[in-house]
């Protein structure tokens, strides 16, 4: 008998780390047990690329390609765990800053809840992500360690 779908379509913002696929795979089991749709979504920070091009040696296009390319590689590996569980996935990869396009996928697909990885200690960078998230979004966050 299944149970009632609370969370009907999960957003999960992913990168290659381990708080990330943890916390991706945190999501599927949930979306297992509540017949959800997932939404993996990748962010590509623009803003970082074209700080690496002005002070490395390579251009933002070629920076931009290896950052997609990264990025569609970490989505399709969480599609396949996902599709291997019989969970329904989306895949979107976006360019901006994590935490403006993180709320704006969520807005633009109504979803129920969104599932992140915690990075690093407090205090750190990811907390500047992670806060504003918390903060703005109209739906619960789920933080996973």
């Known amino acids: ?3 009632p779908s609370f969370f009907k379509k ?3 913002p992913a990168d290659n780390s381990k708080y990330s696929i943890g916390a991706a795979r945190l999501a599927i089991q949930l979306a297992q047990l509540h017949e959800s749709q997932l939404i993996f979504l990748h962010v590509v920070d623009v803003r970082a690329i074209e700080t690496m091009a002005r002070y490395g040696h390579e251009s933002k296009e070629a ?3 290896k950052a997609e ?3 569609w590689k970490v989505l399709y ?3 396949e765990e996902a599709v291997a569980k019989h969970v329904q996935v989306a895949l979107t990869l976006e360019e901006g800053t994590a935490q ?3 709320l704006d996928v969520a807005e633009k697909y109504s979803v129920d809840l969104i599932v992140m990885g915690k990075h690093r200690k407090s205090g750190s960078r990811k907390d500047v992500v992670l806060g504003p998230i918390i903060e ?3 739906c619960p966050v789920l933080i996973a360690k």
């Open 77 to 79: 590996s969480l599609e």
């Open 136 to 138: 703005n979004s109209e």
């Open 100 to 102: 403006r396009v993180i």
């Open 1 to 3: 008998m299944a149970t």
């Open 10 to 12: 999960i957003l999960i």
């Open 69 to 71: 390319e990264s990025g």
């Open 63 to 65: 920076l931009l390609v």
